[in-house]
């Protein structure tokens, strides 16, 4: 859960600028209407199996379901995992 009018993609903004993460890839896993700033931010968008057909359109990955360990397997898929 966010705060009304919290974004995400400002999230991910905030972490790399405050941690100094610039130039390192950066992946998000999403599924709704709301994740689609992040999914356009990010270096890799992952979208999940049980997600939105628009939201599909923003992926560069698309993993299992949410239910079926589709994080995982988007790690997996990146060999980050």
Do not use: W
């Amino acid at each position: 859960m966010l705060p009304k009018g919290a974004l995400k993609k400002r999230g991910i903004q905030e972490l790399i600028k405050n941690a100094n993460l610039d130039g390192i890839p950066t992946y998000a896993f999403g599924d709704g209407n709301n994740d689609i700033p992040m999914l356009d931010y990010v270096d890799h968008p992952v979208v999940m199996g049980n997600g939105l057909d628009r939201v599909k359109e923003y992926a560069e990955y698309i993993t299992t379901k949410n239910s079926d360990h589709g994080i995982v397997n988007g790690l997996k898929h990146y060999d980050l995992l």
